[in-house]
C-alpha cells in the first residue's frame, strides 16, 4: 500500500497504562513510524491543547485512556487509532481484533477513516461502555490498585464479589421499555465486551447509532457461578433472566446510590440519562 509522506502523527501515552507497557508500546510505534519518514511526535506527561499541527492521532493505552482523551478534545475531528497498551484494552480489540502491532500501524497509515459512534452519560462522554450494579461494585473494588492484562483482575474481583453483591433496585426506561425491581446488572453497551474479554453485549456495534441493553435480573450467588462462564463467552442473550434490546437513549434511576463505572472508570450517582451520538469521531480501523 502507498504510504501518505505528508502525515504529521501525534502518538498521546498514557504512562500509567498497562503498568508501564504503553509507555514502552509508544516508543516501538515511533521507531516504525522513523523506519518510514513519518514524522510525529510523543506525548507522554504533558498533552497538547489542541492537535492542529497533526493529521492524525495515536492513542496508546487502554479503554481507561480512550475515555480520557474523548472527554478532553470531545470535538476532534482528525482521524484517531487506539493501540493496546492498556490491561482490559475491550475497544481496541473492537476495532483490530488480534492484529500484531504491525499489521494495525500498516492498517492506520492506509485505511480511511470511518465514523464511530461515543455515548454521553450525566455529561461525560464513554466509548466502550457503562456498567451498572455488579459491574459498577467490581469496578470500585479495582479502583487504585494494579492490574493484570487481561481479563485476570476482573475475574478475581468478580470471584470475590459474587456471593456478597446484594442486587438493587432499579427504574429504568427507554422510548419503548420499561423495566423497574431488582436487578444484579445493567449494562449499557457501545462495544461488545468488558473487563478485558467478557462478551457482555456480544451482537454491539459500534457504528449503529444505537446502544445495546443487556439487563440481568436478580439471581442467587450459585446462578451467578452458572451463568459466569455463559457470559463470558457471549451466550447469554436468550436466557430468560436476560433482558436484551436496542435504544438511543435511557434513564435509569435506583433508590439508593447508583454504582457504575464509564469505561472502567468508577462512578456514583442517583440517577443516569445516556444517550448515543452516532459517528462522533473518527477511527482508522
Known sequence: MQIAVD??????????????????????????????????????????TDFSYFT???IVGG?????????QYPDIDLPLVIFNGGTGNDFHWLLYANKTLEEQIDVALNKSPKPIDIG???GRYFINGVGIGFEGAVAKDLTGKKKHSGKTSFLITVLKNIFTYRSKNYWIQSANELFQGKKLLVDISNGARAGGGFHIAPEAKADDGFLDIVIVDSINPLQRLMYLPVIEKGKHLKI????????????I?????????????????????????????NFRY
Open 63 to 71: 479503554d481507561g485512556t480512550l475515555n480520557y482523551f474523548i472527554n
Open 56 to 58: 492524525d492521532v495515536f
Open 7 to 48: 502525515k504529521k502523527i501525534a502518538i498521546v501515552c498514557n504512562v500509567l497504562a498497562g503498568v508501564g507497557r504503553a509507555s514502552l508500546l509508544a516508543e516501538k510505534i515511533a521507531i516504525q513510524l522513523a523506519s518510514k519518514n513519518i514524522g510525529h511526535v510523543i506525548f507522554k506527561e504533558d498533552w497538547p
Open 253 to 281: 434511576a435506583s433508590d439508593q446510590i447508583i454504582q457504575y463505572h464509564m469505561d472502567g472508570e468508577y462512578f456514583e450517582d442517583q440517577k443516569l440519562v445516556i444517550e448515543v451520538l452516532p459517528a462522533k469521531v
Open 120 to 122: 454521553k452519560c450525566n
Open 240 to 251: 430468560s433472566i436476560v433482558h436484551h434490546y436496542l435504544t438511543r437513549e435511557i434513564c
